[in-house]
């Protein structure tokens, strides 16, 4: 038996004799203390899990018991600090007739060194929490036994008596003293949807790091400054710098049924939610909007339906849905020029339009581009393409039309190799249907891009390797709603094909990575904001988390591993020189002397010639390969 298994044993059977010696009917003294026999002690604590049994009022004053666990279910003895914040949820309308809910602050107690009120440690991983003096009245709110209330535990951010930090960790509970089951509470987003741009969000030195945190100091009864309560707070950060349309609501407010008012924004229309947004309105003075002093007649305008149809892309997606272009057959012969078959489907009614792109009158532009070379990131640095309306195809009937694409480049010995193609395209819509680009008042809607590969015969599912994906793309700017030169938004696999290895890095530049079209130093400079024209910048979650954005491989592993894909290229520098792969991608953010001197000792070659830099003598594998000591895998991401 180990060192631990025999701590566990011996933990466990003093457990079991004061339990034991409960049961002959002894009074511990401790009113509340829950007595069970506890879990195993937690011997090592990655995670902190709060679970809080109940909230108990006695003469007006509460007391919250919960249970401290680790990732394994094993209990935390010992926590040497615990912050108990107390609020109250006012129902819809309560404070007026159009009035949202609202949340009043209590109070927030903290025990460390001092405690206001009483921490009992009962040594079995369970905890209570008696507070100083009763809620009501307290920061001059009164305590409504009916309405629901919240308790939030925050524990962590310091160490137990060993020396084991505590990670920290928030939780909320709601409950109603009037009753066991609570009947309404206001829950409008998740954390996970904010991390999905934010990563790990939290906030007042990491200490809280829930929207349910959040929102039971940031109310009128807490922040002095209205413009400090939580949804006027939020909308107004998210004015400038928003990576998609601000006018789509659903983006944060995602419709998911375990948030019990997940449809407020939309049927709840308050001047203070609203106008965190429409800044340029003044209700009172009637500047931008008729005059409106209170909320009573929102709803009478803005109802769910009509508020839900502006602050979305409904009336787009329909009209969307109506035309899907795909790529059906491709090859190429040895001159490099490309036979590819183009499909214009109707996805709304599932049939083909019989006519080809020429004579489509909703077709306000469509283009299929082609490179050649997956497995060397392609010949050139720009794709060939073709503009669909303004070419005749040589065939097509039944929806499929074809065309060719000449002048690419096909390096001998590549023979075998693979393509690119990619197509994209705009439409014309009015009304949520496809109409005459003439038409008057017609909107031009972007479709979305798509890629594709294919070999000297065919089609093939054999292509460029993928680093990012649209998905996590989407993650912070939506399902391909960022695009790029007018029409492009396949991040996954479109832009590399111009935005390639053969784009040329700035030699005289301090840092030359950050200077490269080329897609993998765009998009690393890009984010964090080291390319010209984006130094403002402000990247939402922690830039040295790879993993918000990269990809797993085919066999399961991140492509941020090391070693780098063999396609990956060195960086070609305009005068000449280049430097080696990984070399070159860690120095988007790794720009140091120090650093580029440690690269330089382990085989990297800065400013070199292309076979010195091709030559595979980086040894960065050894130290920050998969299972080495500074695994890049383990130090990206950040936490």
């Known amino acids: 038996m180990n060192k631990f298994a025999k701590i566990r044993t011996q933990f466990s059977l003093m457990l079991a004799l004061v339990s034991l010696l409960s049961a002959c009917g002894g009074d511990n003294g401790q009113d509340g203390n829950p007595g069970e026999p506890a879990k195993p002690p937690a011997l ?25 666990s680790n990732q ?16 109250q949820l006012l129902p819809q309308g309560y404070t007026g007739a159009g009035n949202s809910s609202e949340w009043q602050h209590f109070t927030a107690e903290t025990c460390a060194t001092t405690c206001p009120g009483s921490l009992t440690d009962h040594k079995n991983g369970h905890y209570s929490y008696i507070f100083s003096t009763a809620f009501n009245g307290m920061n001059g709110v009164t305590f409504m036994p009916e309405a629901t209330q919240r308790m939030v535990v925050k524990i962590g951010g310091d160490k137990l008596a060993d020396n084991t930090p505590l990670p920290i960790t928030n939780q909320h509970y709601d409950w109603q003293s009037s009753g066991s089951n609570v009947a309404y509470t206001r ?19 990491s200490r ?14 807490k922040v002095s400054n ?12 998210h004015l400038t710098g928003f990576p998609q349309p601000i006018s789509d609501c659903q983006t944060c407010h995602v419709d998911k049924a375990e948030l019990t008012e997940q449809q407020n924004w939309r049927r709840v229309p308050t001047m203070q939610a609203c106008g965190a947004c429409h800044t340029q309105i003044n209700f009172p003075a009637g500047e931008g909007h008729p005059v409106q002093t209170d909320n009573s007649n929102c709803v009478a305008c803005h109802n769910a339906d009509w508020t839900a149809s502006v602050h979305s892309d409904e009336a787009k997606t329909a009209a969307l849905m109506q035309f899907s272009p795909s790529i059906t057959s491709a090859s190429m012969d040895a001159n490099g020029t490309v036979t590819v078959a183009v499909k214009l489907m109707n996805p709304a009614t599932g049939t083909v339009y019989s006519e080809s792109a020429d004579k489509l009158k909703f077709i306000n532009d469509l283009r299929v581009y082609a490179n050649w070379g997956t497995s060397f990131d ?19 009937s039944n929806g499929i039309y074809t065309y060719t694409i000449a002048g690419l480049t096909v390096p001998a010995g590549t023979e075998t190799d693979h393509g690119g193609l990619a197509i994209q395209g705009r439409v014309c819509a ?44 989407g993650n912070c700017h939506g399902d391909q709603k960022l695009n790029i030169h007018g029409s492009r938004n396949d991040l996954d696999g479109q832009c590399q094909l111009c935005h390639n290895a053969n784009m040329l890095a700035d030699a005289t530049a301090a840092n030359p990575s950050i200077t490269s079209f080329d897609f993998k130093q765009l998009i690393h400079g890009i984010h964090t904001s080291q390319f010209t024209g984006f130094e403002s910048l402000n990247y939402p979650g922690k830039i040295g988390n790879c993993a918000q954005c990269h990809v797993n491989d085919t066999a399961g592993i991140s492509t941020v591993a090391l070693p780098l894909n063999s396609a990956v290229q060195p960086l070609a520098l305009n005068n000449g020189t280049f430097t080696s792969p990984i070399a070159a ?19 990297a070659v800065f400013a070199g010639t292309k076979s010195d830099a091709t030559a595979g003598t980086e040894t960065c594998a050894f130290c920050h390969g998969q299972g080495g000591v500074a695994d890049v895998l383990k130090v990206h991401p950040i936490n």
């Open 187 to 205: 829950n409008l987003v998740t954390i996970e949807t904010c991390n999905s741009c934010h990563s790990n969000l939290a906030f007042h030195g």
């Open 44 to 68: 090592t604590i990655t995670s902190l899990n709060i679970m809080v049994d109940k909230v108990a009022m006695t003469d007006g004053i509460a007391q919250v018991d919960f249970q401290v």
């Open 430 to 473: 009015k009304d949520k249907v496809l109409v005459d680009c003439t038409t008057e008042l017609a909107e031009v809607l972007v479709i979305k891009s798509s890629h594709s590969y294919f070999d000297m015969a065919a089609l093939s599912n054999e292509g460029r390797r993928s680093v990012v994906s649209n998905a996590s793309c």
């Open 378 to 396: 392609y010949a050139t640095r720009s794709a060939r393409s073709i503009k669909l309306p303004e070419s005749t195809p040589i065939s097509g």
């Open 226 to 237: 209205p413009a400090d309560i939580f949804p006027q707070m939020i909308h107004s950060k």
């Open 72 to 87: 394994d279910d094993e209990a935390v003895i010992g926590i040497p600090s615990a912050t108990f914040i107390a609020a």
């Open 585 to 603: 991608v860690c120095s988007n953010c790794h720009s140091d002397t120090s650093t580029h001197n440690h690269m330089a000792q382990q085989g």
């Open 208 to 221: 809280y790091n829930q929207i349910e945190t959040c929102v039971t100091c940031h109310n009128s009864k």
